[in-house]
Nanobody
Framework: QVQLVESGGGLVQAGGSLRLSCAASGSIFRINAMGWYRQAPGKQRELVAVITSGGSINYADSVKGRFTISRDNAKNTVYLQMNSLKPEDTAVYYC???????????????WGQGTQVTVSS
């Protein structure tokens, strides 16, 4: 009953920028942490950035200083601003939101469909 829809991926040259968005809809009582992950072919999915409901943020070392995560609770949306993109950033990017949909205070992870980000050199 909860769906996450991602947008903003695409093809960009090295040094360029993209902004990803992920909006949740459906039966939502409360959302705790929101985050972004990425996965390149043949590689393990890795955490890119996470932001808690209290505003605490953590970034992967590889993106620190270049990417910025933010959230809009009124819109149930998490964003990822990506600047100074490098070819090694090429991957499918997935958003995740931990959602309590019934007021039980038990949070379940919901994943977006993934959006392709390709950075050319």
């Amino acid at each position: 009953q909860v769906q996450l829809v991602e947008s903003g991926g695409g093809l960009v040259q090295a040094g360029g920028s993209l902004r990803l968005s992920c909006a949740a809809s459906g039966s939502i009582f409360r959302i705790n942490a929101m985050g972004w992950y990425r996965q390149a072919p043949g590689k393990q999915r890795e955490l890119v950035a996470v932001i808690t409901s209290g505003g605490s943020i953590n970034y992967a070392d590889s993106v620190k200083g270049r990417f910025t995560i933010s959230r809009d609770n009124a819109k149930n949306t998490v964003y990822l601003q990506m600047n100074s993109l490098k070819p090694e950033d090429t991957a499918v990017y997935y958003c995740k939101q931990d959602v309590d949909y019934s007021g039980s205070y038990y949070y379940r992870p919901y994943w977006g469909q993934g959006t392709q980000v390709t950075v050319s050199s």
